[in-house]
Each structure stands twice: as structure tokens, then as C-alpha cells.
Nanobody
């Protein structure tokens, strides 16, 4: 069983930056960040393969967000720059992809509790 704890959320003005952290009891084959804006469905933001370092991003965050890992600390990060009001959401980390695409939410076995990000205009 993998436990995931997110941190780093908060309120920021448009154009600002935040760095989210996901502390994991262990890394699995694929780790990812998802978000769920108010009143909308959950969507994949970014994912990485800890073993190979490969990454994938949603089109809406390419060039603004960066996913990374610190294997020594079992921690995954999401650096978010040039934030926009539409980035406002609850952000979740997920681990252990068993089926589907890297940014498909149905295939991950483990989820954190989430951290809120609010971007004001």
C-alpha cells in the first residue's frame, strides 16, 4: 500500500508561482498530478516515470508546469509558473498506474488527499 501526502498549495495572483510536493512511502511505475476545478471533472496535469525520467504534460500546462522527482526523498514535485485563474483547482498526486494512459485518472491505484490551489486575477 502506497501513501501519498500533498503539500504546497495556496493562494496566488495570476502570473505567480507555486511548487507542490507529493511525499510518497514509495515510488511506483508511474506517478502523476491531477486536478479538479470547482464544478468540473478531474483532469490529468502531468506524469512521470520514476525509473526512466520520462514525462508527459497536458496541453493546457505545457511550458508553464514542470514535474520532477527526488528519489532520495521519495518526493514528487510540480513547479507551477505563470499561473492563471483557470488553474484554480484541488490538486492530487497519484501513483501506480495499472491501466490506461498516463493522464487517465481511472488507472491509478493510489491517491493523495489533495491540496488546494487558488489563482486570483
Amino acid at each position: 500500500h502506497v501513501q501519498l501526502v500533498e503539500s504546497g498549495g495556496g493562494s496566488v495572483q495570476a502570473g505567480g508561482s507555486l511548487r507542490l510536493s507529493c511525499a510518497a512511502t514509495e515510488f511506483r511505475t508511474c506517478m502523476a498530478w491531477f486536478r479538479q476545478p470547482p464544478g468540473k471533472e478531474r483532469e490529468g496535469v502531468a506524469a512521470l516515470s520514476p525509473g526512466f525520467g520520462a514525462t508527459v504534460y497536458a496541453d493546457s500546462v505545457k511550458g508553464r508546469f514542470t514535474i520532477s522527482q527526488d528519489r532520495a526523498r521519495n518526493t514528487m514535485y510540480l513547479q507551477m509558473d505563470k499561473l492563471k485563474p483557470e488553474d484554480t483547482a484541488m490538486y492530487y498526486c497519484a501513483a501506480d498506474l495499472r491501466r490506461g494512459g498516463w493522464l487517465s485518472g481511472d488507472g491509478y491505484n493510489y491517491w493523495g488527499q489533495g491540496t488546494q490551489v487558488t489563482v486570483s486575477s
